[in-house]
């Protein structure tokens, strides 16, 4: 049998957050956050990050993963989500990918475009 991946999609305050919950209580999965905020550290306001309460319970990956001041980017998701829902799979548990826009999805399921790395020069003007 191949190896399934459930995928929450929806609006922002549209319930992800409790169905993606609620599905890995039910099915014993793992949560994979696709949201381009969650990513940074101490960007906790507005964000709607799940409560360390909810973490406790329930494994979520790539939230607070990286500082704000460092880099980040789709590319650099898409291979984070990559290897963590191969190990979510190689421990014989359902990946739930959590997300509000269809773009970090999108990368996930057909790769992004290669690009250039940013020119530092024109960033710090």
């Known amino acids: 049998m191949k190896p399934g991946i ?3 999609v929806g609006p922002t305050a ?6 993606a919950m609620k599905a890995a209580e039910r099915y014993g999965g793992e949560i994979v956050s696709a949201d381009s905020r ?3 550290r101490f960007l906790d306001i507005g964000t709607a990050k799940p ?5 406790a319970r ?9 500082d704000p001041d460092e880099p980040f980017s789709a590319g650099e998701w898409v291979r984070l989500a990559s290897e963590t829902v191969e190990d979510i799979h190689a421990r014989g548990v359902l990946p739930i990918i959590s997300c ?3 773009f970090y999805l999108e990368a996930f ?3 992004l475009t ?3 790395d940013a020119d530092r020069g024109v960033r710090n003007k």
């Not at 409560?51 to 973490?55: F, I, L, N, W």
């Not at 329930?58 to 990286?66: E, R, T």
Request: charged share 25%; aromatic share 2%; glycine share 12%.
């Open 14 to 19: 549209s319930g992800k957050k409790k169905l």
């Open 100 to 102: 509000g826009t269809g």
């Open 51 to 55: 409560s360390q309460e909810d973490r």
């Open 6 to 8: 459930l995928v929450v």
């Open 114 to 116: 290669e690009s250039i």
């Open 58 to 66: 329930i494994p979520h990956h790539l939230i607070d993963i990286v």
């Open 38 to 40: 969650k990513v940074y």
């Open 109 to 111: 399921q057909n790769g």
